[in-house]
């Protein structure tokens, strides 16, 4: 099993008078190649799921094994190596420093890698030809358009060819086309060998033919109704 | 080892290209710090050419210099001390001085006289090397003077070719001038009269049988404190100096001018520092997001770190050479015209006095020390603290 969770649960502010109780005894099992949708209202803890299944934030309790590593069990510093090798984000509004150039952006996973520049270039150029964008490289991220933001975003996580796709409702601010196309490629993605994880309660996302499960989530619990 | 290298390299790229995109602000603070390194640095480096100017000026002084005090105060020393410290072994000669200071008051100068024996005053046969023009006279001739630029500017603005001088009862004293000193020497002789040992002392009304001071000459230079220990011991009223005492001198006079305007500018690196640890500290919104994005892609928190140490490191490294190099260029040439009035003195008559900055590997990084150190600190410090954002923070959009 490619990730699996068991009796997860996330406190923020444990003791305090602000706790809040983000995720219920989870058990979850995700196998690998597939193309998962975790679907709920807002504050339900797709995002807090997410961060742990990504190693950003650990498990108040309970017991989480995402390719190969117990993120629980780790510091810091080799969660941040795991998440950088075999963990591809893609964000809500896509997060991309619009101050950089298209090319700078897609290298930021590879600057503390240690590959020398021809070969962090070498990377770069294919992922632009792939996503037909090598004519904005140069480009400041913050003057392209939103579609091409969307495949800069989706080149950005896929630099380091992780096993691995996070996307937090990344369909959020886009128009149909755009979700469209961002579905067609998270579906050759999957073809591609890669096991993709998005959050999202948009129908063209969920019910997507290549999604080939939808996990709803309510009050912090998986709703199995 | 190598994979650790280029990942440094290529965070110094990052560095580079983020210093660039927000090149308007960190050009400000780049400009303000060089500008307050060059402040510091110009103090330093006139200090240290006015002290090298000085020292330099020593090198032909006497080993020793004796005077005489009555209550505290210079007076006249006998000649017949010089008897008594010629019979101290490894003194090789003691040479009467006559010297003093007289008050032009047409031009609110005060002038340096002094009166010399040419005949028995070591390297005297050298002072012709020191003239732009004429020649030294005859040893024992009266009645001829050597003269600095300025003094010779004042006797032809006078419309003469004597240079008159009033003794104290008023009676007048008139000198032909026969040489005039070079301007490389201006910084010695810009204000000096230099005559005969025996027109000294009729312009000063000093006895025959005294000098202002006795130069003490001596043949190994090792033996200069157990000499001048002796002359101390023999002649209890006696002012023993020694020329290293003489230059410790030179370095507290100069040294206390420029550590007061160094205090003072010292206030203001001070403001300058609390002014980086406060930009540091705080975090934009938009460079939160920024240090998320980068933890959240596989950055580590030492990653970020070395993001702002180089930017620290590049910053006041840049102001530090351009600091430095507008401070030596200000010294060596402006002649550190900034710093002119506080550091050169009171005197009417200002030579010309070109200065060579001290470039001393010391006095660099004591510029470092006072200015860079402070700045990385102000600004490393503070930026662990930006650099342990919360990742999660970007994903729910934060």
Redesign the interface.
């Given at each position: 099993m490619f990730i699996e969770l068991e009796g997860v649960t996330k406190i923020y502010n444990q003791g305090q008078i602000n706790e809040v109780v983000a995720l219920r005894d989870i058990d979850l099992r995700i196998e690998a190649h597939t193309l998962n949708c975790l679907r709920g209202a807002s504050g339900c803890g797709k995002?807090?799921l997410?961060?742990i299944i990504?190693c950003?934030?650990q498990p108040t309790s309970g017991r989480a094994a995402v390719a190969g590593l117990q993120p629980a069990r780790m510091p810091?510093?080799f969660l941040?190596?795991h998440?950088?090798?075999c963990i591809g984000?893609i964000?809500?509004?896509f997060?991309i420093?619009p101050?950089?150039t298209v090319r700078?952006n897609i290298t930021?996973?590879?600057?503390?890698?240690?590959?020398?520049?021809r070969a962090?270039a070498e990377r770069v150029d294919r992922l632009l030809q792939r996503f037909s964008i090598s004519h904005r490289g140069n480009f400041p991220a913050g003057r392209i358009s939103g579609g091409e933001l969307q495949r800069v975003a989706i080149a950005?996580a896929l630099v380091?060819d992780p096993p691995l796709i996070l996307a937090?409702e990344p369909t959020a601010h886009l128009d149909s086309g755009l979700s469209r196309e961002f579905m067609e490629y998270m579906a050759a993605l999957k073809q591609a060998g890669k096991t993709i994880i998005i959050t999202s309660h948009d129908p063209q996302v969920t019910e997507h033919p290549a999604v080939d499960r939808v996990i709803d989530m309510k009050d912090g619990r998986i709703d199995v109704s | 080892m190598k994979g650790a290298l280029t990942k440094h390299l290529n965070i110094l790229d990052y560095t580079l290209s983020s210093l660039w995109r927000r090149r308007s602000r960190n050009g400000s603070v780049l400009i303000v710090f060089a500008g307050v390194i060059f402040l510091v640095a110009s103090f330093q480096f006139v200090t240290g050419a006015l002290t090298e100017t000085a020292l330099d000026a020593l090198r032909s002084a006497p080993e020793i210099t004796v005077q005489r005090l009555s209550a505290g105060r210079q007076t006249e020393v006998p000649l017949d001390y010089g008897g008594q410290i010629a019979g101290i072994h490894g003194v090789r000669e003691v040479v009467p001085r006559i010297w003093g200071y007289y008050f032009d008051e047409v031009t609110g100068a005060n002038l340096t006289v002094i009166g010399v024996d040419l005949e028995r005053m070591p390297l005297g046969e050298k002072l012709n090397l020191t003239l732009a023009e004429g020649e030294v006279p005859e040893p024992g001739s009266t009645g001829r003077v050597l003269v600095g630029r300025s003094i010779k500017r004042i006797v032809e603005s006078k419309g003469t070719a004597y240079l008159s001088l009033f003794r104290p009862d008023l009676s007048q004293a008139s000198f032909a001038i026969a040489g005039v000193f070079d301007a490389a020497t201006d910084v010695l002789t810009d204000d000096l009269i230099v005559m005969d040992i025996g027109d000294a002392r009729d312009l000063f009304h000093i006895s025959p049988a005294a000098a202002t001071d006795l130069c003490v000459y001596v043949a190994n230079l090792e033996e200069v404190p157990n000499i001048a220990r002796k002359i101390a011991a023999a002649l209890p009223d006696a002012r023993v100096l020694t020329r290293s005492q003489i230059s410790q001198t030179y370095q507290v006079v100069f040294g206390w001018r420029s550590g007061f305007a160094s205090v003072c500018l010292l206030t203001a690196l001070a403001a300058f520092v609390i002014f980086a640890w406060d930009k540091a500290s705080g975090l934009s919104p938009e460079e939160r997001r920024e240090i998320g994005i980068l933890k959240i892609l596989g950055w580590e928190t030492s990653d970020i770190l070395a993001v702002r140490f180089w930017e620290g490191a590049l910053i006041a490294g840049g102001a530090f050479i351009a600091g430095c190099t507008g401070a030596y260029i200000h010294v060596a040439y402006f002649d550190a015209s900034l710093f002119r009035p506080v550091m050169v003195g009171w005197s009417v008559i200002h030579p010309s006095l070109r200065l060579v900055p001290s470039l001393q590997v010391s006095t660099l990084l004591l510029i470092f020390c006072f200015t860079v150190l402070p700045y990385m600190a102000a600004t490393v410090i503070p930026a662990w603290r930006s650099a342990i954002v919360p990742t999660d923070s970007v994903l729910s959009g934060l």
């Open positions: 995002s807090t997410l961060s990504g950003v934030i810091d510093r941040t190596v998440r950088r090798r984000f964000f809500q509004n997060n420093l101050a950089l700078e930021l996973p590879l600057v503390p890698q240690g590959l020398n520049r962090m950005r380091n937090d | -």
